[in-house]
C-alpha cells in the first residue's frame, strides 16, 4: 500500500473522528495534572484501534505494522499523545511471533476485548542503558518456575497494563554476549507487591514510567515465550517495528506542528503585515515540511518491508532518525513563531513540544542511529 491508499484514508477518517470527542481541555487536564489518559485508551481499545496487529482468528483486526502506523500517526497528529498507548502496538509483536499456541489462545482474545492490557516491557536498567546485552536481571529456574531478581528503569505503562514482556538473563553470556537471555510474559496484577516492587519517576512529560525492583519474584515456567536463551534475537525482531511505528508518531506531530504554525503565521500580524510574509519566518516551516514529507516516505518503507517479513533495519533506524528531526525542527518553528503563546498551555504547543523531544533520546538515541548506518550500512569500523 502507499500513503494514499483508500484503505489508509479510512482508517485516518476513524481515529480522527474518535480523537475529536476528546476535546484539547481534556489533554490539558490531564497533562497539568500528571495523569494517564484512561478514558482515552479505553475509548481506542473499544474501537478496535489497539487490536489492530492481532490476527482474526483472536478477534483482532489483522492489519499490518503498516496500518498500525497510520493508527499511531493520526493520535498524534489529532493533538493527543500516542506514547499513552503505543506499547500495545509493538509489545504485541513478541507475544504474536515467538508465544505458543497456548499463549496465544490465553491472552490474545482477551487483549483484543480489551479485558487484559500488554502495554509495558522491561527490558532497560541503570547500569546498561542502551546496551541491552550487560543486563544484568536474572531469571534462575526452580522447577515449574522461574526466580527473577534485579532491577529495570524507564519502564512505562505499568501502572496500566496487566501484562508485561520481561528480558532477563537464564545464562552467563558465551561467546557473543548476546546469549543466555530469555523472554518471559509476566502477569503484572499477581507479581506486584509478592516480588516486584513499583516505583513512579518523574519526568517532563506526563508519561507514567517507572523503576522496577525484582526480589525473587516466582514466574511459572509456561510463561517463558520462545527458547530459552534466545530473548535478545525476538527482542531485535520487534525493535524494527517499534522503530517504525515511533517514526510515524513524530510525522504526526510534525504535521500537527506545521499545521499550527502555518495557520498562526498566515493571521497574526505585526508591524502591519502577517509574519508569514516574512521569509525568515517562512523557511524555517518550509524546511520542517520538507523533511517531514521526506521522514514520512522512509517511515512507508520500512513498513512496507517489515510487513514483507524483508531486512529493513536500516529502513526502520533511518525513519526513525529522519521523523524524529523533523518533529524538533517543526515544533521549534512553532514554538518560536508562536512567540510568547508558544509557551501558554492554553496553546498546546508547549506540551506537544515537550512530547516530541522524547524521541531524540527515546527508543533509540539519534547517536545510536549514526552507529549503526556507520557500522552496518556503510561498513565503517565499529566504534563501540
Not at 499490518?64 to 500516542?82: D, F, L, Q
Not at 532491577?151 to 548476546?178: C, E, F, N, Y
Not at 493571521?267 to 514529507?293: L, M, S, Y
Not at 552507529?371 to 556503510?378: G, S
Request: glycine share 10%; proline share 3%; aromatic share 10%.
Amino acid at each position: 500500500m502507499t500513503p494514499g491508499d483508500h484503505g489508509f484514508e479510512e482508517i485516518r477518517a476513524g481515529v480522527r473522528e474518535l480523537c475529536a470527542t476528546f476535546s484539547p481541555e481534556y489533554f490539558r487536564k490531564l497533562d497539568a495534572e500528571r495523569r494517564y489518559p484512561d478514558e482515552f485508551v479505553a475509548a481506542l481499545t473499544r474501537a478496535g484501534w489497539l487490536a489492530a496487529l492481532i490476527p482474526h482468528e483472536f478477534g483482532g483486526s489483522g492489519l499490518g505494522v503498516t496500518e498500525a502506523s497510520v493508527i499511531m500517526e493520526e493520535i498524534n497528529r489529532a493533538g493527543a499523545h500516542a506514547g499513552d498507548c503505543h506499547g500495545q502496538m509493538y509489545n504485541m509483536g513478541t507475544l504474536l511471533r515467538h508465544g505458543s499456541a497456548e499463549q496465544k489462545q490465553r491472552y490474545l482474545p482477551a487483549i483484543a476485548r480489551g479485558e487484559l492490557r500488554l502495554q509495558s516491557m522491561g527490558v532497560t536498567e541503570p547500569t546498561a542503558g542502551t546496551d541491552t546485552t550487560a543486563i544484568k536481571t536474572t531469571a534462575r529456574r526452580e522447577g515449574d518456575r522461574y526466580v527473577v531478581n534485579g532491577q529495570k528503569v524507564w519502564i512505562s505503562r505499568v501502572h496500566h497494563s496487566d501484562l508485561m514482556i520481561l528480558l532477563a538473563r537464564t545464562s552467563p553470556a558465551g561467546a557473543k554476549k548476546s546469549e543466555g537471555l530469555s523472554i518471559f510474559l509476566v502477569d503484572l496484577r499477581q507479581a506486584i507487591g509478592k516480588g516486584l516492587t513499583v516505583r513512579s519517576i518523574d519526568t517532563m512529560v506526563s508519561h507514567d514510567t517507572n523503576e522496577l525492583f525484582f526480589d525473587n519474584l516466582e514466574i511459572p515456567a509456561e510463561n517463558l515465550i520462545g527458547e530459552e536463551g534466545r530473548g535478545f534475537r525476538y527482542i531485535l525482531d520487534g525493535l524494527n517495528a517499534e522503530r517504525a511505528i515511533i517514526a510515524a508518531e513524530c510525522i504526526g506531530d510534525a504535521y500537527w506542528f506545521l499545521d499550527r504554525v502555518t495557520a498562526y503565521a498566515k493571521q497574526r500580524e505585526v508591524f502591519g503585515r502577517p509574519i508569514g510574509r516574512n521569509q525568515g519566518v517562512q523557511f524555517p516551516i518550509a524546511e520542517a515540511f520538507i523533511e517531514t514529507e521526506a521522514a514520512n516516505l522512509m517511515r512507508y518503507r520500512a513498513c512496507q518491508l517489515f510487513d514483507a517479513g524483508k531486512p529493513c533495519g536500516k529502513e526502520a533506524n533511518m525513519a526513525k532518525y529522519l521523523a524524529a528531526k523533523a518533529s524538533w525542527e517543526a515544533g521549534n518553528a512553532c514554538v518560536q513563531f508562536h512567540g510568547g503563546y508558544g509557551f501558554a498551555s492554553e496553546y498546546d504547543v508547549e506540551r506537544k513540544f515537550r512530547e516530541t523531544r522524547l524521541y531524540q533520546v527515546a527508543p533509540i538515541s539519534t547517536n545510536l542511529i549514526l552507529a549503526y548506518v556507520a557500522e552496518h550500512v556503510l561498513g565503517l569500523p565499529r566504534s563501540f
